[in-house]
């Protein structure tokens, strides 16, 4: 199991719960701002366009999207976010970037520093683990949704790089992109996603096993459930059991 990919799939369905709904909101929400900074209109601003998409797909309410706009754009007032991206060890040496948008850098930086460190890992410097990662679109499908003959008929047509099996999910890579056309090849399909976002995908990986797995896994969930965390990406690989006992 894959430390992003995989996981991806329990935590979108999480994510799902009511008691979930609020933080999602929050972290769509910052990513939209942030994203209008380049422009507020969708049609020649591709972040912001994946990130309306993002919100619309779990049902964000259309003014929420439309504040959020206005305020990365200037129109309406809102506190400033700096956008931090993180780069760090986990247990077992798992390479971990953490993506964070903050109105006090100070602070979060301090708080991601001692999480860290309370949970058996260690920040590095600017560039010590990400080029360990690339840049992709990233969509998982419930393989009860689809076959894999299915998807690659769809997909690939539309830009697709990759299908992986992720144990219950479909993982489908593609270059960022291609994110849009491949969506768009699954909605006129009738195929529903668990998730999709533009996401830092590991190069290569390491297995983890017992305690260093946990560990590892321990340090994702504190992470996940920062306010200020938007994304948070691994290049470890654990058993199913090992997250299901976490879960």
């Not at 609020?22 to 366009?49: H, V």
């Not at 850098?105 to 001692?114: D, F, L, M, P, Y």
């Not at 690939?156 to 999910?169: E, S, T, V």
């Not at 992109?177 to 830092?200: D, R």
């Amino acid at each position: 199991m894959s430390g992003h990919s995989k996981w991806a799939t329990i935590k979108h369905k999480k994510a799902a719960l009511d008691s979930k709904r609020g933080k999602m909101f929050t972290r769509l929400i910052k990513e939209i701002q942030i994203a209008a900074r380049n422009g507020g209109d969708p049609d020649s601003n591709p972040r912001l366009r994946t990130a309306v998409l993002a919100a619309k797909a779990v049902s964000m309410p259309a003014d929420n999207i439309k504040r959020a706009i206005m305020r990365g754009t200037g129109e309406l007032e809102g506190g400033q976010i700096d956008e931090i991206l993180f780069e760090g060890y986990g247990p077992g040496g798992a390479a971990v970037l953490v993506n964070v948008a903050t109105d006090n850098r100070n602070r979060t930086v301090s708080e991601i520093r001692h999480v860290f460190s309370k949970n058996g890992g260690n920040l590095g410097e600017v560039g010590s683990v990400a080029w360990m990662f690339e840049r992709k679109s990233q969509v998982i499908v419930d393989a009860e949704k689809a076959s894999e003959d299915q998807l690659m008929s769809i997909v690939l047509d539309a830009g697709a790089d990759d299908i992986r099996d992720q144990g219950g999910a479909w993982e489908i890579l593609s270059a960022p992109e291609a994110h849009e056309s491949v969506l768009k090849a699954l909605e006129q399909a009738g195929i529903p996603t668990e998730s999709a976002e533009i996401a830092m995908v590991p190069k290569n990986t390491i297995k983890l096993e017992g305690k260093t797995a946990q560990a590892m896994l321990k340090l994702y969930e504190v992470l996940e459930e920062h306010d200020d965390v938007q994304n948070v990406y691994g290049n470890y690989e654990v058993d199913e059991a090992e997250v299901e006992a976490l879960a």
